[in-house]
Each structure stands twice: as structure tokens, then as C-alpha cells.
């Protein structure tokens, strides 16, 4: 267990803990696997309600090991069937009992998850074991087939009031100093989501020492870098390898963007050995971009996102000490800038490119120039050719310039 990782630390060791009054029936269904007669329970509710946390709070009281199959992570009939059809039919090597758990039901969506479903169903109809699915909204049509399997249990969104509880109790453990009405706002705001919340005191907590009400006021002005700062935590901070590969399980954002994170903060985080090591696993995640996008293979995204967190995790010697303070990476803008810039030729090279039969980079590299050329020098020829190409206005007006 990574004590840096509060959500980790403070997660629920008893089903007790858990504020769900419907964990009394996963505990019964658990218990009475064999009389069952549906052969998988699926555990509905918002992210932060305590879903997988009561599976492992149970499995720990009734001397179960815990097989966690993350659907987001495996997406296809061949990574759900590795994981969890070899360990739903096989016995532990510690004569123990097993949950089979199937995580985040709605990471599987896609092309390039066909088969997934199906899988999950078939590891559920042969599984000598108690499967658990979770997933937040499991009602999408696509997963019917694993919904009539299941016996369904729901689990609500936290009260705030839980949430207050839970995070007096974190900084009470850590030292935190706080200001009453800043931790009853920081509550408010998760909107029942305890993980979220621990994961925002953790990382105020962290830079400041304590929390006053400016500190969870700015939440609201960096909502898209919380999660992501979340997620750089477990990585540059951590020393899990299970927690670093979850890192960007919960992020907003495609894997491209969250590798510009990572490559944007690397410096501040790590120094000479640990650097070198951590680019040279960056490195091989944009070597694995570039096949994506030659050969449109999608299942590379599996190490891309191994090699930019759990990879990145491990190159550190000693963690920084450091307050973390994550910056975002300045090159979409620099990109969408340029872009801006090169509209005018980008769109000039399209039609001259119509027009001659050859692709817009041969046009831009090689005829933009001499248009430009043509239409600061020769009023006449530049009418004719802006007639010929049906170039607009602002067209003539940047090659004239």
C-alpha cells in the first residue's frame, strides 16, 4: 500500500466504515454465492460512493482474494478474458476463496473495445467464483446482456455531511490545520464524491500546510487541472506501480494530452539519472504514438499509458520533497496558434493542389512562395490566378503582403 496516496491510505478497512446501507446485500450475495441465482452482482452508483472500496473492505473480512480487472484498461475479448477468465475458473494458490472484480463497466465503449462486452458475460456465466461488476451508469443499451446477469445493487452519492466527516478525520491524522467552514465547503463541492474530495485536500494540503477558504475558492478556477494534478501526484510522487498505471484512469483527457503533462513537469520533478530515465520511457511512448497514428493500431494506447505513468513512476530514485505545483503544458496553445497562423496558406495550398493534381505539402513547400512571389510583383497575373483558384479576398490579400 502507498501510504502517499491518501485515497489509498484512508480507504475503508471494514465494510462498517462504508456509508452505504446496501453493502449488507454485496455481503449477503458474497456469502451465499452458491444459492445465488443470478451469477455476478453489479454495483451501481456515482464515482466516490464507496463501490470498490466495499469490495475490498469485504473480501478483507471474509478472507477473500480480490481478482481486479479495470475495464478501461482492458477493453477487448482478449484482455478480459487474460485477466479475468484464467482467474475466475482457476484456484487460488493459497487455497483462499476469490472475488472476480470487474471494474468501471463503462470504460468499455468503442471500436476498439469489440468483444469486451461479451467477454465480461462469458467470464460471468463460467466464473467458479462471486464476479462484482461497478460502474456508475451500467443502463447503456451495449450493456444489457451483462445487466440481466446481474443482481443489482445501488449505492447513493454521498451526504456532505459524510464527506465533512471522512475529511476532519484526514486532517486530523495529518496535521492539517483547516478552517471549519473551508472543509464544509470543500465537502459541498465534491457533490457526494469522497475520493475527489481527499484527492483536492490532499493536494492543497500539500502545497500549503493547511486549508482556508481561498484555497478551495481556486478549485473552481483550476477544475480541469484537479483531476490531472490527481493523477501526477500517483505518478511523480507515488511508489505503487498499481496506482501509477490508474493514474489517468479518471482524467478528462485523451493520453496525448496527459503525456504533454508529464513531459512538461519531468524537470521539476526529477534530476540527472532519474530525468534521463523517466525521457527514455516518454520517449518510447511517442514511438508508439507514431504507430498509432501510421497504422491506426489502438491497442498500443495499453503502452503508451504503461510507460507515461507506471514507466515515469519508477525511474525515481527518492521522491521530491517539494510542494507540488503542476504546470500545463504550453504547446496545445502553441500549436492551435500556429495553426491560426497558417489558415491562409493551409487553405491557398488545398486549392492549388485541386487545380494541379498533387498533394497540399508539395503546394505549400513548393508554390506558395512563388505565388507569393507572383502577386507582390505582378498586379495582372495575380487577378488571373486568383480567378483560376477562386482564392477569397483575405487569400489575395496574405499572398499580396
Not at 470504460?107 to 461479451?118: C, K, L, M, N, P
Request: glycine share 6%.
Amino acid at each position: 500500500m502507498d501510504e502517499n496516496i491518501w485515497i489509498r491510505k484512508y480507504s475503508p478497512k471494514a465494510s462498517a466504515q462504508i456509508s452505504q446501507p446496501n453493502v449488507a446485500l454485496v455481503r449477503d450475495f458474497l456469502n451465499n454465492f452458491r444459492l445465488q441465482k443470478k451469477r455476478a452482482l453489479l454495483i451501481h452508483g456515482p464515482s466516490g460512493c464507496g463501490k470498490t472500496s466495499s469490495v475490498y473492505a469485504l473480501a478483507s473480512e471474509l478472507g477473500l482474494e480480490v481478482v481486479e480487472l479495470n475495464a478501461s484498461d482492458f477493453r477487448n475479448e482478449e484482455g478480459v478474458d487474460s485477466v479475468a477468465g484464467a482467474a475466475s475458473r482457476q484456484a487460488s494458490l493459497f487455497s483462499r476463496g476469490k472475488i472476480i472484480l470487474i471494474d468501471e463497466l463503462d470504460g468499455i465503449s468503442g471500436q476498439e473495445d469489440r468483444g469486451g462486452v461479451a467477454a465480461v458475460q462469458s467470464v460471468i456465466a463460467k466464473s467458479a467464483f462471486p464476479v462484482v461488476v461497478t460502474a456508475n451508469d451500467p443502463f447503456d443499451r451495449k450493456f444489457s446482456s451483462v445487466v440481466k446477469a446481474c443482481l443489482l445493487v445501488q449505492y447513493a452519492a454521498l451526504q456532505y455531511q459524510e464527506i465533512y466527516k471522512a475529511l476532519e478525520g484526514v486532517c486530523s491524522s495529518e496535521g492539517i490545520s483547516f478552517d471549519p467552514q473551508a472543509l464544509k465547503a470543500l465537502a459541498l463541492r465534491a457533490g457526494g464524491d469522497l475520493r475527489g474530495a481527499i484527492n483536492d485536500l490532499q493536494v492543497i494540503a500539500q502545497s500549503s500546510g493547511s486549508l482556508s477558504r481561498p484555497d478551495v475558492d481556486a478549485l473552481s478556477d483550476r477544475d480541469r487541472a484537479k483531476p490531472m494534478s490527481s493523477a501526477l501526484v500517483r505518478i511523480f510522487r507515488g511508489s505503487d506501480v498499481s496506482l501509477a498505471l490508474e493514474a489517468f484512469g479518471n482524467v478528462d483527457e485523451d493520453l496525448a494530452s496527459c503525456m504533454m503533462w508529464v513531459d512538461e513537469n519531468l524537470p521539476y520533478e526529477y534530476s540527472s539519472g532519474d530525468l534521463a530515465q523517466a525521457y527514455d520511457f516518454l520517449s518510447r511512448a511517442d514511438v508508439f504514438s507514431g504507430r498509432i497514428r501510421r497504422w491506426q493500431h489502438w491497442r498500443f494506447l495499453v503502452y503508451i499509458n504503461a510507460l507515461i505513468s507506471a514507466g515515469v513512476a519508477v525511474s525515481k530514485a527518492k521522491r521530491s520533497v517539494r510542494p507540488p505545483e503542476f504546470r500545463q503544458s504550453s504547446r496545445p496553445l502553441k500549436i492551435y496558434l500556429a495553426n491560426i497562423r497558417h489558415a491562409r496558406q493551409r487553405s491557398i495550398a488545398d486549392k492549388v493542389s485541386k487545380q494541379a493534381f498533387f498533394s497540399a505539402r508539395k503546394a505549400v513547400l513548393g508554390y506558395v512562395p512563388f505565388l507569393k512571389i507572383m502577386f507582390s510583383n505582378s498586379p495582372e497575373l495575380s487577378a488571373r490566378i486568383s480567378g483560376e483558384l477562386e482564392l477569397s479576398p483575405e487569400e489575395v490579400d496574405w499572398l499580396s503582403r
